[in-house]
């Protein structure tokens, strides 16, 4: 993992005296709220429905055993005794106190993290593949590159007035776990006669306007990634728009130029502005390289263990991956039990889970952007063992992949912007699809779930996604198919007039008797099914009878 | 209203030109302009021995207004929202891509907390509220000099 140097921790420091004075210029009168929001923005700091929410910077989704442990301490004593993972890996905390704000940042800079761009119109927090480094499908690990970006793109005096929030992912393999096209920048690496440099796409996003990224170059080479970077969020920071908040995304400068106008001012740039500064050697390169390599796991021929345990087996098969050292497994834990919002987790469990990855995972755990976590290196030997204590957390649910494991956004639980409550959806879902055996015939199935068309639910990349709306006052959801936040990323497509929340179960029934019904062999899954048929089936048996 | 360059206060030596003065063509040394005001005169304007200024907007700060700025000796960026971080794109491109040489200044609404990113950008001062200064200042000492980026 990485280590802070002294220069990181300098800069988090002077950055949380900052905000101290921030924060007291702000309970004195001297900013006015106006003034404030920008700057707690830049901290994190978001005042939602019922109070502000403190969201703090997981880079890339990885996590130590005493980070956990401090960020379960934060939620125990300044927060209501839990968290929640975001889509984009990291976690927020729901009701902080202003005053406290400072002292969080103080006990995060502790543990070497911070909550800063996790908000505001800056480049954002760094996203990246869950199983980099882990997985045997990969050209390059992406997370020193992250690493890299997240040092740039730190308080960048430029970027961090933009017209609208950032979002860049780099991803190391052929599958895209980290939804890479749906981000402002999509960095893929890949290897070109011998040599790896990256995949270049811009313009993706989600919320009102659904756009997947368009790829603006082939072949980038390593040492010109900062210097590519910078004459892609100069060309936007200069020509965004700025007169339309939902407007002022790249995806829409991309759109309304067109990729290779855009591509055009880009390279202009890239030739103008390229400072050799900015270039990375091989030497920086190896440094941040030699802080991701694995802990000493030994190799060996141990399988994972066999028990008569129906209930742990059916964990076994869901939320189990094989690791790229043989003797060992990737294990999945799902937040997405049926009782409890997707991606919520409370104080106890942080604290048990910081101990159990201390015994069974070198100190590790991830967060993936499908609102769960992960131990990366877990000895085969010892998963039976791991399952027990995982169990008795409630942290064993095997649904990882399944139709229960839903994303979904926090919701009018929460949310200042929504417009209709998402969690209590999910949690009939899950409630419904409860059966392993029922979930395991739906086979690989995503419905992702937003409580408004700000999409942070990522409705728009589901297979079946659920977006929530206000209609004179009621709460109706529509339903969008065909989406996928993978390599094969596509925007689903609405099938027809929303549902209200009492008839949004038996709707997804009968799409799901659809599909069924149109499955050709029992491994074809929802997706292809969907791709291959098109939607009028589905309009056909959800409308066509009522 | 003081002009604050890094952490000392100096004379302003421009002041906007008015409107009869601009029709009469008077230009004294240190006059502001306007950007309409300068793309009506600027050809006339040619080999004129005159320090002159130049005000834009944050508005118009777009990449077509950035070239042949080499005879003016100070740009002016007022803000019209510290929000709208344009000015700070404009001003590194007057530098790296132009070679540009003069002073800039940031004016408007515009706040301490900006001050390092200001500087790092290309600015070379402030126009400020002198009550403000104090904590102008106390941001500038905040900084500790260490950044990622060159």
């Known amino acids: 993992m990485y280590k802070y140097s002294e220069k990181d921790k300098s800069i988090i420091e002077s950055r949380t005296k900052q905000f101290k004075n921030q924060v007291q210029r702000r309970l004195n009168g001297q900013l006015s709220e106006e003034e404030f929001k920008p700057l707690r923005l830049m901290n994190g700091l978001y005042l939602q429905l019922h109070a502000y929410m403190l969201r703090v910077a997981i880079p890339y989704g990885e996590l130590s055993s005493s980070q956990l442990r401090k960020l379960a301490f934060i939620a125990e004593k300044f927060d209501r005794g839990y968290g929640h993972f975001t889509t984009r890996q990291n976690i927020q905390f729901n009701w902080p106190k202003l005053p406290d704000v400072p002292d969080i940042l103080h006990e995060l800079s502790k543990v070497e993290m911070h909550a800063i761009q996790t908000s505001g119109n800056c480049i954002r927090n760094i996203s990246s593949d869950h ?19 997240r040092q740039w793109s730190t308080f960048h005096p430029e970027f961090s007035f933009l017209p609208r929030k950032f979002k860049i992912a780099v991803i190391g393999s052929k599958k895209d776990r980290a939804a890479m096209l749906v981000h402002d920048i999509g960095l893929r690496l890949i290897k070109k006669d011998k040599e790896i440099g990256f995949e270049v796409f811009v313009g993706g996003g989600q919320g009102r306007t659904p756009i997947i990224a368009k790829k603006i170059k082939n072949f980038l080479q390593k040492k010109d990634l900062l210097n590519y970077l910078e004459a892609i969020l100069n060309t936007y920071n200069q020509e965004g728009r700025r007169d339309n908040i939902y407007k002022a995304r790249i995806k829409i400068l991309v759109k309304e130029l067109g990729i290779e106008k855009f591509k055009l001012l880009v390279d202009e740039n890239f030739k103008k502005l390229s400072d050799k500064n900015l270039e990375i050697d091989k030497v920086s390169i190896d440094k941040i390289f030699s802080f991701f390599t694995l802990p000493e796991l030994k190799p060996n021929s141990h399988k994972v263990q066999i028990h008569k345990n129906k209930e742990y087996n059916e964990w076994v098969t869901q939320n189990t991956l094989s690791h790229k050292v043989s003797g060992y497994s990737i294990v999945h834990i799902s937040l ?6 997707p991606g919520d987790i409370s104080s106890q ?49 095997p649904n990882i992949g399944l139709i229960s494991d839903t994303i979904c956004c926090p919701g009018m639980d929460y949310c200042a912007l929504a417009t209709a409550r998402s969690i209590p959806i999910s949690q009939k879902i899950s409630n419904h699809f409860k059966s392993f055996s029922d979930q395991k015939i739906l086979g690989d199935l995503k419905i992702k779930i937003s409580g408004c068309i700000n999409a942070c639910g990522h409705h728009h990349v589901g297979n079946i996604g659920i977006l929530g709306l206000d209609r004179n006052g009621q709460e109706f959801y529509q339903i969008t198919l065909g989406g996928s936040a993978k390599e094969d990323a596509s925007i689903g497509e609405i099938v027809g007039p929303s549902f209200p929340e009492s008839k949004l179960i ?7 008797n659809t599909y069924k019904k149109n499955k050709k062999k029992k491994t074809e899954d929802f997706l292809s099914v969907f791709r291959r048929v098109g939607i009028k089936e589905f309009k056909k048996d959800l409308y066509d009878n009522t | ?40 005169i600027k050809k006339e304007f040619k080999n004129k021995k005159v320090k002159i200024g130049i005000e834009f907007s944050s508005n118009e700060c777009s990449s077509s207004n950035e070239s042949s700025m080499s005879e003016i000796s100070l740009i002016q960026i007022k803000f019209e929202t510290f929000k709208d971080g344009r000015p700070f794109t404009f001003a590194r491109n007057l530098r790296k891509k132009y070679g540009y040489k003069g002073e800039i200044r940031a004016t408007g609404h515009i706040l301490p907390d900006q001050y390092i990113f200001l500087i790092r950008c290309g600015f070379d001062s402030v126009e400020i509220a002198e009550s403000d200064k104090d904590i102008w200042i106390e941001f500038l000492n905040m900084d500790n000099g260490l950044y990622y980026q060159p």
């Open chain 1, 349 to 397: 469990q942080m604290m048990a889970l910081s101990k159990i990855s201390e015994d069974f995972s070198f100190s590790e755990i991830r967060v993936t952007h499908e609102q769960n976590l992960i131990l990366p290196h877990v000895e085969n030997k010892n998963i039976y063992k791991l399952w027990i204590e995982l169990k008795k957390l409630s942290l064993a649910t």
């Open chain 2, 1 to 40: 209203m003081i002009i604050l360059n890094k952490r000392h206060e100096k004379e302003n030596e421009y002041k906007k030109i008015n409107d009869r003065d601009f029709l009469d063509r008077k230009f004294f040394d240190g006059a502001i302009l306007n950007l309409a005001q300068w793309v009506e």
């Open chain 1, 506 to 512: 038996d709707a997804i029934n009968t799409i799901l």
């Open chain 1, 336 to 341: 997405k039990s049926a009782n409890h919002p």
């Open chain 1, 131 to 149: 199983l980099a480094g882990i997985t045997i499908d990969e050209i390059e690990d992406p997370r020193p590159w992250c690493e890299i970006i």
